[in-house]
């Protein structure tokens, strides 16, 4: 079956560790996105790949990093940089027109000890 | 920047009812799209339907339809004969033409009476 499959569904990271959520897809999707869940609030863009080697920061970058090697895996870094990380992090993908809908992985809850 | 609000952070409704989830928008664009989406437990975001600016027509999906008002920048939900499986966040969600960027409001949680 075709879907976005994040790993791991639960993650804790110690003070100063930098951690990396994994989001693989098999849609052939070329975009990919993630975004941040914290209670009460909407989901907020982090970063977005349109293709292979190229993405662009969204509304809240700052403390995270990506790299898009391949089509299918757009993997998340939570760096030490990022002091508030605690939050729950959703990857998602979409074919490259405007009206096409996302597709979501089923999440990766990160905490910190 | 084009935001999205959501002011109602909860609402119920009996089993089988109607209920209408607001929503409203602020842009300078012309072109663009609207998304509902839906949360459920499980927090899986599931598309319930989408809307193109340059349709006048609302859009329907079996039992959810839009009531899209574009001068007053308003998009708000409907969902009849609610369901208990209707129960989640519900979250709106606006796209510029060309622009890869989601924006999302805050979300309503929608609680089902049985």
């Known amino acids: 079956d075709g879907g976005i499959t994040q790993s791991p569904k639960y993650l804790f990271r110690k003070e100063g560790q930098n951690v990396t959520l994994s989001c693989e897809q098999n849609?052939?999707?070329?975009?990919m996105y993630w975004y941040r869940q914290d209670p009460g609030q909407g989901l907020r863009l982090i970063y977005y790949?349109?293709?292979?080697?190229?993405?662009q920061k969204g509304d809240i970058a700052e403390g995270y990093s990506v790299s898009r090697e391949k089509k299918e895996s757009f993997p998340l870094t939570v760096t030490s940089a990022q002091k508030n990380p605690t939050a729950f992090y959703l990857c998602?993908?979409?074919?490259?027109?405007?009206?096409?809908?996302?597709?979501f992985g089923s999440g990766t809850q990160l905490s910190v000890l | 920047a084009q935001t999205v609000t959501q002011s109602q952070p909860e609402m119920s409704v009996q089993e089988a009812e109607t209920v209408t989830l607001s929503c409203t928008y602020d842009t300078s664009e012309s072109d663009y799209y609207l998304f509902w989406y839906k949360q459920p437990p499980s927090r899986q975001m599931i598309l319930v339907i989408r809307?193109?600016?340059?349709?006048?027509q609302n859009a329907t999906e079996n039992r959810f339809s839009v009531n899209f008002q574009k001068a007053a920048k308003s998009f708000s939900l409907k969902i009849s004969d609610s369901q208990l499986g209707d129960a989640a966040m519900y979250f709106c969600?606006?796209?510029?033409?060309?622009?890869?960027?989601?924006?999302f409001g805050t979300g309503t949680r929608l609680t089902i009476i049985p």
């Open positions: 969600a606006y796209r510029d033409f060309g622009n890869e960027k989601l924006t």
């Open positions: 998602a993908s979409s074919l490259p027109r405007d009206n096409e809908k996302l597709f």
């Open positions: 790949s349109q293709i292979v080697n190229d993405f």
């Open positions: 849609l052939n999707h070329d975009a």
């Open positions: 809307q193109e600016a340059y349709k006048q």
